[in-house]
């Protein structure tokens, strides 16, 4: 007769074989409903926990978990890099979880991160409070990295959102522009959030039109940049310039200007948030908004190894600026003209 496993009990409680694992270890992240369908399916099948199993949950695994949004973004990518390069430097190896930009993706993968006893996690979470309460309750030592979840005292590295924007703003409407289109990022992050009150802002500021009718709500994924600039391009009174909230946005919304014959720089001005390599590559290359996402990453495991060892580190906001290249030229018959 074979031993029982786990998975036996997991199925027997009608509850995933993570969630089993991390009731049978004590595990705070866990429910009392989950709690108790465990508990009662120990009894009713004899099931008893391996010693040297229970010896080893005690011990650290050297490992971290990373949660990213999307990783086909390029952002992500790199940020994924740094954390990983500097992460080898405390002896720790990564586990990365892609999101997809989708909350239950994203707690998937959280599940994963705390039943492999991850030392630490490292996420740029979507979401509310209730969305990260089970992480947040597990104990384990956890830093926010680009994102924040509000009412929380998880230490992050995140950029400064609000001075790259309105920089880009004051630029456009010093080369002669007043409509400038926003294709902004999901109101569920707080990045999408703070670029949008950033923006406004900007407008109220330089007195650029403030017109609910030149801002579309993305998802940062390129499809949602692609229905951004079509649905403001195809408006009766267009705008003169697109402003995206991230990269892959930005590179739904060159596609279509590239559909619709608009050179970018000539006839559109385009501003994009993130720098990374292929914009350079374009002709002419794009004005964007820039922040140090290698600094980012390092930071990022340098907070996370202090958590790890007990401390309580200070938050870091990593500043970000403006790239002025060939893609926001002077309005032609501006006021700069």
């Known amino acids: 007769m074979r031993s029982l496993t786990i998975k036996d009990v997991a199925e027997k409680a009608g509850v ?23 508990s009662d399916a120990v009894k009713e099948l004899g099931f008893r926990p391996n010693a040297q199993a229970r010896s080893l949950r005690k011990t650290t695994t050297q490992t971290i978990g990373l949660v990213l949004p999307d990783v086909r973004n390029p952002f992500f990518a790199d940020l994924a890099h740094a954390v990983e390069q500097r992460a080898r430097d405390f002896e720790y190896l990564t586990l990365f979880g892609n999101a997809n930009e989708d909350a239950e993706q994203q ?31 597990s104990g384990v030592p956890t830093v926010f990295v680009d994102r924040v979840i509000a ?43 703070e670029r949008l009150a950033a923006y406004k802002d900007a407008l109220t500021e330089t007195h650029a039109d403030d017109d609910g009718a030149l801002i579309f709500l993305g998802d940062f994924q390129s499809a949602s940049g ?22 892959l946005m930005s590179i739904g919304a060159i596609a279509v ?28 290359a794009l004005t964007v908004i820039a922040h140090d996402v290698n600094a980012m ?38 006021p700069t003209q």
């Open 226 to 247: 692609a229905a951004g600039a079509r649905h403001l391009l195809e408006q009766q009174d267009p705008p003169t310039a697109l402003l995206a909230a991230d990269s």
């Open 297 to 334: 990453g390092r930071f990022a495991v340098d907070l996370l190894t202090q958590v790890i060892a007990g401390e309580t580190p200070e938050s870091v906001i990593l500043p970000s600026r403006l790239i002025i290249r060939g893609s926001t030229p002077p309005l032609p018959g501006g």
């Open 151 to 193: 009412n929380t005292k998880v230490p992050s590295v995140t950029p400064d959102n609000a001075t790259g924007i309105q920089e880009a703003v004051r630029h456009l409407t010093g080369q002669g522009h007043r409509r400038i289109g926003y294709i902004a990022g999901p109101q569920s992050t707080s990045t999408g959030r």
């Open 107 to 137: 707690d998937r993968y959280f599940d994963i991160m705390l039943t492999q006893r991850v030392d630490g996690l490292i996420a740029a979470p979507r979401g509310n409070l209730a969305d990260l309460q089970a992480v947040l309750d």
């Open 257 to 284: 200007c590239n559909e619709r014959g608009l050179a970018i720089g000539a006839d559109i001005a385009f501003v994009a948030y993130d720098d990374i390599e292929a914009f350079t590559l374009l002709n002419p």
């Open 16 to 38: 995933s074989v993570g969630t089993a694992s991390r009731v049978l270890s004590g595990h705070p992240a866990t429910s009392q409903e989950a709690r108790t369908a465990v």
